[in-house]
């Protein structure tokens, strides 16, 4: 089963304010390839004598699947991360499509924050943060491997309660968030995909040559055979 590591990856935290709409659309801060554990997504209510205060975290990574962007059927995709022991457990999150990271070559800015997130697109149904060192698999739906064929794959995960639903969280202080762990030089590891790539075109052998390492046969490439010699 091939794997791709993210590019690029990293989070944004959004701009603290007493608005809602302004704490979800405004970035602050961008972190990029966070050698460390982190909050990737979260939604926090703050209140005091100051009023309520809203902010917001996203996570975003690209993935470079242009090696698969044709001659394959891919299948069983799949967002791997891992988890940390001090994640809340019953917050949930969902994978969006986003817009951001360039060719899986490039940083975040702030301005990745909302704009390029494209929450009518949804890669992958609701899922629970655990509370629990733990590799997580995140399936991901069609709409995701089409974008294979676009050579790249940029995705954003976002709280899904409050922040992918745009549900006004209220003036009652909690704090939603996820936990992901990267110390690639320890204990956690870069996020990446996994999935099923079959070569597609012509399925047998020829010659004693297996399928998968036949490119073209006579100049024509395999994904255009149908049949070799009446077979």
Do not use: C, H
């Not at 405004?26 to 554990?37: D, I, V």
């Amino acid at each position: 089963m091939p794997t791709v590591d993210a590019g690029k990856y990293g989070y944004i935290v959004g701009t603290v304010d007493g608005s809602w709409a302004t704490a979800r659309t405004s970035g602050a801060t961008a972190y990029n390839q966070p050698p460390t554990n982190f909050f990737p997504t979260q939604v926090r209510v703050s209140t005091g004598r100051g009023g309520t205060s809203y902010w917001v975290r996203r996570f975003f990574a690209a993935f470079d699947v242009s090696a698969y962007a044709s001659g394959y059927t891919i299948s069983d995709l799949t967002f791997n991360f891992r988890s940390d022991d001090v994640g809340a457990g019953s917050v949930g999150g969902i994978v969006v499509k986003s817009t951001a990271q360039g060719e899986a070559d490039t940083d975040l800015s702030t301005s990745d924050f909302y704009s390029d997130v494209d929450f009518a697109t949804a890669y992958s149904s609701n899922f629970n943060w655990p509370d629990s060192d733990s590799d997580i698999e995140v399936d991901l739906n069609s709409t995701a491997v089409s974008q294979f064929s676009n050579s790249y794959l940029r995705i954003a995960v976002v709280e899904y309660e409050y922040d992918y639903e745009n549900t006004n969280p209220g003036s009652i202080a909690f704090n939603n968030y996820g936990y992901m762990n990267a110390q690639v030089s320890t204990s956690g590891f870069t996020p990446y995909i996994s999935f099923t790539a079959v070569a597609s075109g012509y399925g047998n052998d020829i010659v004693g040559v297996s399928s998968s390492n036949v490119g073209e046969v006579i100049n024509v490439a395999s994904a255009n055979i149908g049949k070799v010699i009446g077979v």
